[in-house]
């Protein structure tokens, strides 16, 4: 299943392949880039929401939803990019 292959490894040569494969992330390292990004984009969102709506309350709010769901996304955006080969050397 895609979602075991994301987060284990059950044979000792794949462990070993990540470990030592400097093309491929750690989680932790996903998880980091994924808030220091979601950061970035949330305060954008909040701005543009308060520009669009003119009320801070309600930008404040969008950007809290915002900012939950994307760095869910990307943290398993990242992950399974990691699974793909193509563009690796």
Avoid at 10 to 25: A, G, R
Avoid at 50 to 64: D, K, N, Q, Y
Wanted: charged share 20%; proline share 0%.
């Amino acid at each position: 299943m895609i979602l075991e292959r994301l987060f284990t490894s059950n044979n000792l040569k794949s462990k070993q392949s990540f470990k030592y494969d400097k093309n491929s992330e750690k989680a932790s390292r996903s998880i980091v880039k994924a808030i220091s990004w979601r950061i970035v984009g949330t305060l954008d969102t909040i701005v543009i929401s308060w520009f669009i709506t003119g009320e801070i309350a309600l930008a404040l709010s969008i950007g809290l939803v915002e900012v939950v769901t994307k760095m869910i996304l990307y943290f398993f955006h990242e992950r399974i990019w990691n699974l793909i080969t193509w563009g690796k050397q």
